[in-house]
């Protein structure tokens, strides 16, 4: 694999991107996170890319950021951490945000802001020796890189209070059982399991699934009123599409439709 701290390939539709530092378990340092930043914009304006998997090198996901780097003087640090989650959440939230499916593929460790990564995509596959650990009460932090927003609506409250409180090793088994991963498949296979239901969506309408993504992301805290507004807007966009156009065309001709659906993602 290239020495680059983050890969970058297109499997047919899809985009896959590896973590690749798994001497640190691909621990987000400067250079990880700068190609990871470019890698998620590469993807968003690159309108043949219709999924993406996100993985990592090495056996494991990510185990967090790394703390071994060069840290500012004291009276300065405060700031600094600051500036430095206020820049990831940049490149976080265009991940969570994406008009495209995201699929996280993890094995191994998915440790602290690794977790957060992970949870940032749509869809989670684990292998079975994936370890999921909200780990940053063991140094001392509160969950960072939106965890905090993200798991009680995964889990429900109280459960996530038990995982963060707790600091505790999640097992796959027991993450597919509380909802934090949609499946789990033996370490061989997890790339391949991930980019096989990434193509599910090659002949998706991309647009109407990332609308939809969009208004889903938001639904907790969008009032009914504005989230029927939203949901008009973007049905507006939808019909005027040469997709639907296309569709339509096919439905009156009872023809095989573009985007059939499938079965049960899961």
């Given at each position: 694999m290239s020495d680059s701290p983050v890969v970058f390939e297109k499997v047919g539709k899809t985009a896959v991107i590896t973590l690749n530092r798994p001497q640190r378990r691909n621990a987000l340092d400067d250079?990880?996170?700068?190609?990871?930043?470019?890698?998620?914009?590469?993807?968003?304006?690159?309108?043949?890319?219709?999924?993406?998997?996100?993985?990592?090198a090495g056996g494991h996901f990510c185990s967090g950021a790394d703390?071994?780097?060069k840290e500012s003087d004291d009276?300065?640090?405060?700031?600094?951490?600051?500036?430095?989650?206020?820049?990831?959440h940049r490149w976080h939230s265009e991940l969570m945000d994406l008009e495209k499916p995201v699929i996280a593929a993890v094995d191994g460790y998915a440790l602290g802001a690794g977790?957060?990564?992970?949870?940032?995509?749509?869809?989670?596959?684990?292998?079975?020796?994936?370890?999921?650990?909200?780990?940053?009460?063991?140094?001392g932090f509160v969950p960072d890189l939106t965890l905090l927003y993200i798991l009680p609506r995964l889990v429900g409250l109280p459960r996530a209070k038990e995982i963060v409180f707790s600091a505790r090793d999640i097992a796959a088994d027991e993450a597919l059982a509380m909802g934090l991963v949609q499946a789990v498949v033996p370490?061989?296979?997890?790339?391949?399991t991930a980019i096989e239901f990434a193509q599910r969506f090659d002949n998706a309408p991309t647009h109407?699934?990332?609308m939809a993504k969009g208004i889903l992301n938001r639904s907790f805290e969008t009032d009914r009123h504005a989230l029927?507004?939203?949901?008009?807007?973007?049905?507006?966009?939808?019909?005027?599409?040469?997709?639907h156009a296309e569709s339509l065309n096919r439905f009156l001709s009872k023809e095989a439709p573009l985007y059939p659906g499938s079965d049960r993602l899961f």
């Open positions: 250079s990880i996170k700068d190609a990871l930043a470019a890698a998620i914009k590469a993807v968003r304006q690159d309108r043949s890319v219709r999924s993406v998997v996100l993985t990592g703390l071994k780097n009276d300065e640090k405060s700031f600094a951490v600051r500036d430095l989650l206020l820049d990831a977790l957060s990564l992970a949870l940032a995509a749509d869809f989670v596959i684990a292998s079975e020796r994936a370890r999921l650990v909200s780990s940053f009460p063991r140094m370490a061989e296979r997890l790339r391949e109407v699934l990332g029927t507004q939203l949901e008009a807007a973007f049905q507006g966009l939808c019909a005027g599409s040469n997709y």
